[in-house]
């Protein structure tokens, strides 16, 4: 791209030489200064030739953000979905942030919502400037031109040019204003199924991973992190390790050991042989009951208001009936399908890292606080992730790498073993709710409290966020659930567990309080001997949208027709991302306690649909993901160890668990919603709802534990 000066005229600005760059100027707080080598915000480059070129500013990692945020510009721009060609984003929070993060970063089911707008501001100015171009060259008015798949025609139909011919002529051209966007009833591009524009690649294997790298030189490391979180290398026994034919180099670090080798298997044979002794530090006795107690403690306290309406505490003191319960949710690794790795070259005038994340920004900062070059020396190739989940939203993977590849010489690849990459992962917290609610004599919600105790993800990622003590993601989906409540009181304790680092999983808060709303509104309803959709309904009146969604999944689901015995049906209702969302869960449980999902329904109404087919993928990997969890998923420790270590102990879902999942949208013409973390919260409470109208026992501790649900236990 065209190196662009500070402060130029808009004139200057769009000016590329042989081709044209459209920049996009973003609200206050994501506009920048242009960059060196970069127009300020500039997503769209065309060549001569007619090439798209679309710098992408999100990475992919499974969720078809290639795809979607291609066909934003791409209706816009008026070109085929498949004459875009991608390339990633450099690392510039000011050019390429995230409109609704402030950073430039992938997360949050955010990725549509951020750019909905602006990647379709830079198609219509782009396409607006080559109209122009060619209405100035058949001295005719714009108005009289037609832009449709990269060719401006004229008003008679036959007088046409490319996008490549118009390319020069439109990079001279001033934009008086942003140009009008397209009505969305015009869309043709927009709400249609797309394939995605990555699939072919990783077909065939060409697609490259942060683990694929291979630089000139490069050597392979396998890496050993001491398994008690805070502790340190004691012994290495150096000698033997590099007796192993093709290691090269031992690194100690100060919580790793890293065998640096020609190839993976003779680090690994002498990461073996090192032998390595740990100092286990402070946390060596830690266990999961020790953290289990500390919450329970914790939770008995008042915590700090997220939010109070009417007076809860004297609603339930009179209440007819009053039902109270306490949920637990577990430590959950990501386990994503490819481990933790980073490809790093540290020289003295410079650092370029290989890697998959979905902060690159970030890890330049962290790379360049390792090194101590600035942040303008450091280089990050970005890649496709293999799963992210929230996991690549942490650069401590990246920080280990810089730190052993500041004692090689030469590019070195770390790469975590599946054992390493779970046992020190970047946890979902260990959640510890109470609740409290009280009914009249009819069986109505007249009070409702709810107090989360767990970790602060948001006071250690985002401090400026942790407000008086407040997380506002520990308590996104239980500060304002869907219902209508007279009286209404959640807050939240701060628990840090000692020494475990907790961060994203596939979303946070909504989660974990999803599931407990929905479990706790479905006991609600079983101690009012009502029917859990019927009484959901009657709190959901002011609440159009969460209606239509309970509806919509009730009736795709058939609820209320006849199953068979031990067979029940469980719903879940939720705001969460931007989206609304109803599942209804079919659950088989056996004598034996085993649980088996049969079907889930998803009714979805997540606003204006960029593509159908990406929202039907997400819901179906969501699910899943979630469902994986709640059925196996739990990370445990014991003498400050982590228990699991691998898929024999930290369990996917097989083949054959997997159930159907039928996804339903609600047409809407509402601002796009988020989508990829939508069904993660919403499968565990239908599941376990399912499961209590099957056995009439009710789960309130996750994963679900089959020998509890046994015939007769």
């Known amino acids: 791209m065209t190196t662009l000066a500070p402060r130029l005229d808009r004139r200057d600005l769009l000016k590329s030489g042989a081709g044209l760059i459209v920049a996009l100027a973003m609200p206050a707080a994501a506009h920048a200064q242009a960059a060196p080598g970069f127009a300020p915000n500039a997503f769209i480059r065309i060549d001569n030739q007619g090439t798209v070129t679309l710098v992408m500013p999100m990475v992919e990692m499974g969720q078809g953000t290639y795809t979607a945020l291609a066909m934003l510009l791409a209706e816009e721009l008026e070109v085929d979905l498949g004459e875009v060609e991608l390339e990633h984003?450099?690392?510039?929070d000011k050019l390429y942030g995230n409109p609704l993060l402030g950073a430039q970063m992938t997360g949050g089911s955010t990725s549509i919502r951020g750019f909905w707008t602006p990647l379709r501001q830079a198609g219509a100015n782009a396409r607006t400037l080559l109209v122009m171009a060619a209405a100035r060259q058949w001295g005719v008015e714009p108005a009289t031109c037609r832009a449709r798949h990269g060719v401006v025609s004229d008003g008679s139909g036959t007088r046409h040019l490319g996008y490549g011919e118009l390319a020069e002529a439109a990079a001279a051209l001033t934009l008086p204003a942003n140009a009008p966007l397209k009505d969305p009833k015009t869309f043709s591009l927009i709400g249609t199924p797309a394939k995605r524009l990555d699939a072919a690649e990783k077909v065939t294997g060409d697609a490259l991973y942060g683990i694929d790298v291979k630089v000139p030189g490069m050597t392979v490391a396998a890496i050993a992190v001491s398994p008690v979180f805070g502790g340190k290398p004691k012994t290495v026994d150096q000698a033997a390790a590099r007796a192993v034919k093709g290691v090269r180099q031992v690194v100690v670090i100060d919580e790793a050991v890293a065998v640096v080798a020609d190839h993976m298997g003779a680090a690994k044979k002498g990461l073996t042989a090192a032998n390595i002794q740990w100092d286990d530090g402070p946390h060596a006795k830690v266990s999961s009951a020790d953290i289990v107690r500390q919450l329970d403690e914790a939770s008995r306290q008042p915590g700090v208001v997220a939010r109070n309406e009417g007076d809860a505490a004297k609603a339930l003191g009179s209440a007819a009936k009053r039902?109270?319960?306490v949920y637990q949710l577990p430590f959950l690794a990501h386990a994503t399908m490819e481990p933790m790795n980073c490809t790093v070259h540290v020289r003295p005038d410079g650092c370029d890292i290989w890697v998959g994340t979905q902060v690159p920004t970030f890890t330049v900062a962290a790379a360049a606080a390792v090194t101590g070059l600035p942040k303008d020396k450091i280089k990050v190739h970005n890649h496709l992730l293999g799963g992210g989940f929230g996991r690549r939203l942490d650069v401590d993977g990246t920080i280990l790498a810089v730190k052993v590849a500041k004692q090689v010489q030469g590019p070195v690849k770390v790469v975590w073993s599946r054992e390493e990459d779970i046992q020190h992962d970047m946890y979902r917290p260990y959640y510890y709710d109470r609740l409290a609610a009280g009914l009249d004599a009819a069986g109505k919600p007249v009070a409702w409290t709810h107090r989360v105790a767990g970790s602060s993800i948001m006071a250690r990622y985002v401090p400026a966020a942790f407000v008086n003590g407040l997380d506002p993601d520990a308590v996104e989906g239980a500060a304002e659930p869907p219902y209508a409540f007279p009286n209404i009181h959640v807050d939240y304790v701060r628990v840090e567990p000692p020494g475990i680092p907790t961060s994203?999983?596939?979303g946070v808060g909504p989660t974990h309080n999803v599931f407990v709303v929905e479990s706790f509104i479905d006991e609600l309803a079983a101690a009012a001997g009502q029917d859990p959709i019927a009484y959901r309904r009657a709190l959901l009146g002011h609440n159009p949208r969460a209606l239509a969604v309970?509806?919509?999944?009730?009736?795709k689901a058939a609820w209320g027709s006849p199953l068979p015995a031990r067979r029940g049906r469980g719903i879940s209702v939720q705001f969460a991302f931007g989206s609304y969302v109803a599942l209804?869960?079919?659950?088989?449980v056996a004598a034996d306690g085993q649980v088996r999902v049969h079907r889930l329904t998803c009714a979805v109404d997540a606003g204006l649909v960029v593509n159908p087919d990406t929202v039907e993928a997400q819901v179906q990997g969501g699910a899943i993901f979630g469902l994986t969890?709640?059925?196996?998923?739990?990370?445990?420790?014991k003498d400050g160890r982590v228990e699991q270590g691998n898929f024999d102990s930290y369990l996917p879902m097989r083949i054959d668990e997997v159930p159907v999942v039928e996804t339903h949208l609600v047409r809407s013409a509402e601002a796009p919603g988020g989508i990829g973390e939508v069904a993660t919260a919403a499968v565990s409470p239908a599941v376990t709802n399912a499961i209590f109208a099957?056995?009439?026992?009710r789960?309130?501790?996750?994963?679900?534990?089959?020998?509890?649900?046994?015939?007769g236990a």
């Open 89 to 92: 984003a450099p690392p510039d």
């Open 323 to 325: 039902i109270e319960a």
């Open 504 to 506: 994203w999983w596939r």
């Open 550 to 555: 309970l509806n919509l999944a009730a009736e």
């Open 584 to 588: 209804a869960a079919e659950v088989e």
């Open 629 to 637: 969890a709640a059925l196996h998923g739990a990370i445990t420790l």
């Open 694 to 697: 099957a056995t009439g026992k």
């Open 699 to 711: 789960i309130r501790t996750l994963p679900i534990d089959p020998a509890q649900l046994k015939s």
